[in-house]
Structures are given as C-alpha cells and as structure tokens.
C-alpha cells in the first residue's frame, strides 16, 4: 500500500476502474464531439416551430441521416484537416467512437470486460485526440484570418502570418488552469 506525505493510503486512487474510464470518457468524447461541430459552424441543436415561434430545443441526434450530428458533411469536415490517405482511418476511429458513445447512451452493452471497456475507452480517447486538432486548426484560421484583419501592413508572408496565429493558438492552450481559491 502507498501512502502520500501526510500518511493517508492511496489504495483507492490506484485501482483502475474500466468501468468508470469508459463512463468518463463516453462523456468526455461526446460533449468534445458536439462542441467541435458548433465551432466549425454546425448547428447541434434543434429547434421545433410552435405556432410560427421557437419553441422546443433539443440536441441533434449522433446520427448518420441528414440532420444528425454524424452525417457525411459533419464526417467530411472533422477529418478534412487530415491528409488524404489518413482520412479514411480517423472516420472508421470516430464513427466506431459514436458507435460506442450510442451503446453506453442507449444501455445496449449486455456484457461488461476489462477489453471493452478499454477497447472503447482507446476509440474514445483517439477520437479526442483528433477533435482537439481540429478545434486547435479552426482557430489558428480564425485567428490568422484576425491577424490580417487588424494589421494589413504586418501581412508580409502568408505561412509567417498563420505560424505567429499558430503560436497565438497554442500559447492559449498551454496555459496552466488555475481554480478559484486554490
């Protein structure tokens, strides 16, 4: 058994539960998923007329159909950040990733194991991985496009321009998180 500076067993901290990584991680990927769509510009949620006004709001449905989340258009622009060749592999990763997501949503898995769980968890966290490249991309476009914007007379060499929105973007992300009252 561990115990920390102040004496207290870590026991419980070091036991890995697959269970609770593959919850965790479904959680993490979709609301990820339904984040980057809205930030490259899709509508995630719904809205139902009531008498000419908005009034029903709900989220899109992870679906292939042409108003679900996970139609081609939406699959196109996830993985069009990609190389050609690599493209394919990260659509099957993310698509069998929602797969997973609509199981554990839908209480369609019937039997629980260590290899599921981390099978789905690997697709999950591989998923993530290439949303956050694509959210991380949009906004070095964004953020270069604002570069140009703001300072013309700066706009000397395209690729010099998206470099420096590059370091912009990713100086954000490195930043540590503080909590309040920490």
Known sequence: MTTNSSGTSLEKFERH????????????????????????????????????TNRMFQY??????????????????????????????????????????????HGAIAVHSEDGHFGAGHLFIKATQLLSAVIKEHMTREAAYYRFIERPSDYLDPVENWLKAEDDIYAIFEQPVSYPGA
């Not at 539960?17 to 990820?32: C, D, H, K, M, R």
């Not at 939406?74 to 609509?102: F, H, Q, S, Y």
């Open 17 to 52: 539960n697959s269970l609770i990584s593959f919850l965790a991680w479904g959680i993490v990927f979709e609301a990820l998923y339904r984040q980057t769509l809205h930030v490259i510009g899709f509508d995630v949620i719904q809205r139902s007329l009531v008498n000419g």
């Open 60 to 105: 899109r449905m992870l679906e292939r159909g042409p108003n679900g989340l996970c139609s081609p258009k939406a699959m196109a622009a996830i993985v069009g950040i990609l190389r050609p060749d690599e493209r394919a592999n990260a659509e099957k990763t993310v698509t069998l990733a929602i797969k997973a997501r609509n199981a554990l949503s």
